[in-house]
């Protein structure tokens, strides 16, 4: 009998999940859920055949040349910009991310954090928690109309597209967005949305949601110039990667009053969060949670053993980044 390959599954994941990797392979489980990163996680890595990531643990050139047996990882996560795709494709790493299963739950998040923002939930909550509500006041928490507004969406990806239908056919809202592509006619027209381009929505739009996948070029997408066109009143939520968001800009913006309010489910270097953020009364903050309902956090991490297992027993993962990395002859 051949010996199995051996993967590390790098965080804690459900025991079901490890159950069924464990049939087809030598786990190695991080299920104490330790960190790991830079030399920790390429010593953990060393003589594996396959990882098992949830979006945290950067692969790069560095580590792929003290791993030379790795062959594939799977992130347990739509969004892959842990992974240098170039370096892995050079290196003839497959890398294969978890598209699809989330996407619903994670646009109900993001109507979730925009109702939030906009009607000052959290912070309405915090002033009746702190003993502060005396009386009803007829301007108490007036926040932003949700309903017949302008709906502003940057990155009409899947998820993209999930909020701009919530908004345009649940809340009766007018839908433009901005996209690196247009979307095609049919699209466009089930989602009852309007292509524009970035500076117009900025300026339009009632309500901003970035929904674009985090890139060296999306650095920064919203920074200070863009914050400045933006209207007063208007509200921003990031359901997509920190670094998407210029967010020492954003606090400051949210300080001077320059916008309404902000919703963020992301940040930059989370999980730590700008201490500027944290002391504005206007932002609704959560720890990374768009995605996290137990079916959905389930469907994310059984596709992610299921690229593994496929790539195993088929030849091919079910959802690769970068099928160029098992080119012939590459
Ligand atoms: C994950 C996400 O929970 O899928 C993604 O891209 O951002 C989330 O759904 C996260 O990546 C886990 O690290």
Request: net charge neutral.
């Amino acid at each position: 009998m051949t010996a199995k390959p051996r993967i590390l599954v790098a965080r804690a994941i459900f025991d079901d999940v490890i159950g069924k990797l464990a049939a087809h392979f030598e786990v190695d489980a991080n299920q104490a859920d330790d960190a790991l990163a830079g030399p920790a996680l390429a010593a953990r890595l060393a003589g594996k055949w396959g990882a098992f990531t949830t979006g945290g643990e950067r692969i790069d050139a560095a580590l792929l040349a003290q791993c030379p047996t790795l062959k594939i990882v799977a992130n347990m996560a739509v969004g892959y910009n842990n992974f240098d795709v170039a370096a892995m494709t050079a290196a003839g790493v497959l890398g294969a991310n978890a598209p699809g299963v989330l996407t619903e739950t994670t646009a109900d998040f993001g109507f979730a954090l925009l109702m939030a923002t906009a009607r000052r939930i959290t912070e309405s909550e915090h002033f009746l928690r702190a003993g502060q509500w005396q009386k009803w006041r007829y301007d108490l928490f007036a926040g932003q109309e949700v309903h017949g507004s302008t709906l502003g969406i940057i990155g009409m990806g899947r998820i993209g597209q999930g909020v701009a239908r919530r908004g345009a056919l649940g809340f009766g809202m007018r839908v433009i967005y901005h996209n690196r592509t247009r979307l095609d006619a049919a699209t466009e027209a089930a989602c009852q949305a309007r292509y524009v381009s970035k500076q117009e929505l900025l300026q339009t739009a009632d309500h901003v949601v970035l929904v674009l996948p985090y890139t060296p070029e999306a650095h920064h997408t919203i920074g200070a110039a863009e914050l400045a066109l933006m209207k007063p009143s208007a509200t921003l939520v990031n359901l997509a990667r920190g670094g998407i968001v210029d967010d020492a800009a954003l606090a400051q913006a949210l300080q001077a009053g320059r916008i309404a309010a902000a919703g963020l489910d992301v940040f930059e270097g989370e999980p730590q969060v700008h201490p500027a953020l944290l002391a504005c009364r206007n932002v609704v903050l959560t720890p990374h949670i768009a995605s996290a309902t137990e079916p959905t956090r389930r469907a994310m991490a059984h596709l992610a053993a299921d690229n593994l297992i496929a790539f195993h027993t088929q030849g091919r993962a079910l959802t690769p980044v970068n099928p160029e990395a098992l080119a012939p002859g590459r």
